[in-house]
């Protein structure tokens, strides 16, 4: 499977994004799509994640309230709703694919787009 991110930007504290990831093959109701991020000199951490199909989601505490994970089946597509948008938010957003489950560690992910850079500005 091959994933392909889009919908980075910059954007004003407060403001809104709306990430998509289109994958290419076949997304079965036991995989999870996730989302990660990576902010300049940190380590790439846990989004957001949903089951295929099931649509069962999950948050990081950080993004929980304002970001929201959704998937469009027929398109092979999923989405990261992002609102009220603060800088901390700034970095690159990968979204990745697990095949064993819902997970929050990176390694669990086997399938990874090239990621999209989200910038919001004080």
């Known amino acids: 499977v091959q994933l392909q991110a889009s919908g980075g930007g910059l954007v004003q504290a407060g403001g809104s994004l709306k990430l998509s990831c289109v994958a290419s093959g076949r997304i079965f109701s036991s995989h999870v799509m996730g989302w990660f991020r990576q902010a300049p000199g940190k380590e790439r951490e846990f989004v957001a994640a949903?089951?295929?199909?099931?649509?069962?989601?999950y948050y990081s505490d950080s993004v929980k309230g304002r970001f929201t994970i959704s998937q469009l089946k027929a398109e092979n597509t999923e989405y990261l709703q992002m609102n009220s948008l603060k800088p901390e938010d700034t970095a690159v957003y990968y979204c990745?694919?697990?095949?064993?489950?819902?997970?929050?560690?990176?390694?669990?992910?086997?399938?990874w787009g090239q990621g999209t850079q989200v910038t919001v500005s004080s």
């Open positions: 990745a694919r697990a095949i064993r489950g819902l997970s929050t560690v990176e390694k669990d992910y086997s399938d």
């Open positions: 949903i089951r295929w199909g099931v649509g069962n989601t």
